[in-house]
């Protein structure tokens, strides 16, 4: 994990939320996900009782800096094992790891001590994966060699036709055998090489790279937001662009690869599209989208949603409460949901859509953990990284249908909806072949019994198999679910949008209600969203307030609840302020006849 660089640990701290301070325990809970998340289990061997295979080691350094005797010292070795031990034992990776922790002093030279213990137990594990005592013809291990020699000499990469002259020199004839041989260098991290035999010769192909490392450096030189004074000048335009709307310009990126030859810069780009970091914008510009930076030769666009960062002022909003719209919530069973799957599905999705007929000329919009695409002119899809109370992450997928003018009860349509389904689960499925192999997810709908639906789902394919469901003593048809997903048989007119229920116990629980009186402002019944300013809150906090709505949600300090409705509002505003006019009239008469009367008994 040490080969990222230090401004991409932005998305661990994404895991918390902010002004957040990450613990150790946190910090190794992060990255034992990760490694758990990305890798394949490789099956065991016959009798082989230990760790399940990739094994994993936990190693605390700096020993040295433990103050103390050494009763003292092993007392707080101790204590932190336990610790470690006891956060550990109900993860989902515990199986990976290796029992023992191992404490090493790294300024001592020659190593020693615990050290030789850790070198020993590696290689007893090491002697036990499924993998050793293979055979594996000598040519290849002469090639690997070779691969060596040239990183030496500062040989970063080969082109495909060069690996395949070099092997021949070393005896291996087959191209089967050739695609064998670098794949299985691939697979051990020797190099990086992403052909395949039955497509060689795509650019994607045409590359082997020597040097994973190196690999890595150049693509954050592009998906890497640096310091602004760190940046040219000249293209200070094109940063800023790909910061707030995550659109790279194919102009900046021949600049930052300007050292490499341009069939090379091509591979690059097609590497990056196959790790879903970028995807072309294909979608129709006009001369006035092009930047006055000279190169005209260079005008492709690519989308980067990783590049974008938080905007003050960005605005969400509580689809669930949406008629229009309908939303599937992406969750990690285990409760650990890398930030690189929403980046990831997010381009799919850009792809996806812009493949569609109707959408050439309509743009996707990205926006901080939020991407918005139309499907075709009558339907948009949204992709949204969604953080309960409870710090609970999940992706919402939602399907919408702008309402015509005054009309709030079309939805959308069936056909649609089991085509945006199908593609997320194929797109789920390629990213958990290629990227994270350990993933365990679930698509959800949001309970509409509950008081707070973020924290119960209901699993979608089970809908299919059932009429009703249950929650807190109620039942619901799970009819609006089988018609648009399903197999149901019910018709548009007859589903009816389950976002009712929330209005139903709005409307029969009114004790719990509050009037809004905190702040001045006009509630537009058909807003997108309105975030009314701090500036307007009379409250202590100066909290913000989203007001979202006709009849739906207003959060106050993420804590209080309120029904919201813009007729109501301004009654019992106007209301409440005739009472108080006139209070205020009633006591100031009050106070002046009590005034005139103790005048007149004084004087």
């Not at 548009?492 to 009712?500: C, G, V």
């Not at 969203?529 to 006709?550: A, K, M, Y």
Request: some cysteine.
């Amino acid at each position: 994990m040490d080969f990222m660089p230090v401004n991409l640990y932005q998305g661990i701290h994404q895991e918390f939320p902010t002004n957040h301070e990450m613990t150790n325990l946190e910090y190794l809970d992060f990255w034992l996900n990760s490694i758990f998340t990305h890798v394949s289990e490789n099956p065991q061997k016959e009798g082989n009782d230990g760790p399940l295979s990739p094994p994993v080691f936990i190693v605390g350094t700096h020993l040295d800096q433990i103050s103390g005797t050494d009763e003292e010292k092993n007392e707080t070795i101790d204590k932190i094992k336990s610790t470690i031990e006891s956060y550990l034992k109900d993860k989902p990776y515990v199986k990976h790891v290796v029992p023992e922790i191992y404490f090493v002093d790294n300024t001592l030279r020659p190593l020693g001590g615990n050290m030789s213990k850790l070198k020993k137990k590696v290689e007893e594990i090491m002697r036990k994966q499924p993998y050793m005592n293979e055979s594996i013809p000598i040519s290849w291990f002469r090639f690997e060699h070779l691969v060596m020699e040239l990183r030496k000499s500062d040989i970063n990469y080969i082109s495909l036709q060069q690996a395949r002259d070099e092997a021949k020199q070393l005896g291996i004839q087959d191209e089967k055998e050739l695609f064998d041989m670098l794949h299985l260098l691939h697979n051990v991290g020797i190099i990086a090489f992403y052909g395949d035999y039955d497509r060689n010769n795509d650019a994607l192909a045409d590359m082997v790279v020597l040097n994973p490392q190196w690999l890595l450096d150049i693509f954050t030189k592009v998906i890497t937001i640096t310091k602004r004074e760190e940046k040219w000048t000249e293209f200070k335009c094109c940063w800023r662009i790909l910061e707030e709307k995550g659109i790279l310009e194919e102009v900046l990126i021949h600049h930052v690869w300007k050292d490499f030859p341009e069939e090379c810069r091509e591979s690059l780009l097609q590497i990056m599209e196959r790790f879903d970091l970028l995807c072309e914008n294909k979608v129709q510009r006009d001369e006035s989208d092009a930047l006055g930076t000279g190169d005209n030769q260079y005008q492709r666009q690519f989308f980067v949603p990783c590049q974008l960062i938080p905007i003050e002022g960005d605005k969400g909003r509580v689809w669930e409460s949406e008629p229009n719209a309908v939303v599937i919530n992406i969750i990690s069973k285990n409760g650990f949901l890398p930030e690189g799957l929403f980046h990831r599905l997010s381009v799919k999705a850009a792809s996806w859509t812009q493949q569609k007929d109707g959408c050439q000329s309509k743009p996707p919009r990205l926006y901080y953990r939020q991407t918005e695409l139309y499907l075709d002119e009558d339907h948009e899809l949204i992709l949204k990284i969604h953080v309960t109370k409870n710090g609970k992450r999940m992706i919402k997928v939602v399907i919408y249908f702008p309402p015509l003018e005054d009309d709030d009860s079309s939805i959308p349509t069936a056909s649609m909806c089991k085509e945006v389904l199908v593609f997320i689960e194929n797109s789920l499925n390629d990213l958990r072949t290629m990227w994270m192999k350990n993933i365990a997810l679930s698509l959800s709908i949001p309970c509409y019994m509950c008081e707070e639906y973020d924290k119960h789902h209901h699993d979608l394919y089970s809908l299919f198999e059932k009429e009703k469901v249950r929650c807190n003593g109620r039942r619901y048809s799970t009819e609006f679910w089988r018609y648009l997903f399903g197999k149901g048989n019910g018709t548009q007119e007859a589903t009816t949008h389950p976002s009712k229920y929330l209005k139903k116990r709005n409307e029969t629980n009114p004790s719990s209600l509050s009037e809004v009186t905190s702040c001045n402002t006009q509630i537009s019944s058909k807003a997108f969203i309105t975030e009314i300013p701090t500036s307007r809150l009379t409250d202590d906090n100066r909290s913000t307030v989203n007001v979202i709505g006709d009849e739906n949600m207003v959060f106050v300090n993420s804590q209080v609840n309120l029904n919201v409705n813009k007729k109501y509002q301004i009654f019992h505003n106007h209301h409440n302020w005739s009472i108080v006019a006139t209070c205020v009239a009633i006591i100031a008469i009050i106070v002046y006849l009590l005034l005139d009367l103790l005048y007149t008994h004084l004087y």
